[in-house]
């Protein structure tokens, strides 16, 4: 691995990691609230440890994917949607956690899923089989609207 690629994948695993915990100081413990705990939840909800676990696995993969894609594309339609994919991601908990806006949460969520599967398709050609790391997150993210517009529907 040549430095300047290390280089970009740090800058995204600094960046990435730190949304994520942006995203949890706006969230306001909203796992652990009672407005949370007393929802109708799916019955697919996961164990509350498996969402740090799933996060910690996305944004390895997902930083290393945007380190190789902007090693080989650096353009500002990727800046934006970079951007635009990290508004997304945090803003998601303070909009469903603290502001407890489900349907808009579910709105943020489904836009932040359009994103990352853009992200996907249209780089593939570029990235290959480097493409793949951005699964964890896809994957993720449709469980996650899943579990956002239950919520929404049953309650």
Known sequence: MNMKLAKHIIF?????????????????????TTWYTNLNQA????????FGAAWTLIMICFSIYLGYLFFKVDNTRLKLAFALQ???????????????????????????TVVIFTFF?????????KSYLLLPYMI?????????????FNN
């Open 12 to 32: 995204f695993l600094i960046i990435n990691f730190g949304g994520l915990y942006i995203g949890y100081l706006l969230m306001n413990y909203g796992p652990q």
């Open 43 to 50: 019955p697919w909800t996961p164990p509350g440890w498996v």
């Open 86 to 112: 990290v508004v997304l991601n945090v803003s998601w908990n303070y909009v469903f956690f603290n502001q407890h806006l489900v349907g808009l949460g579910l709105v943020v969520i489904s836009a932040l």
């Open 121 to 129: 398709f249209s780089n593939f050609k570029k990235l290959k089989s």
């Open 140 to 152: 993720w993210l449709l469980i996650a609207t899943s579990l956002n517009a239950y919520i929404l």
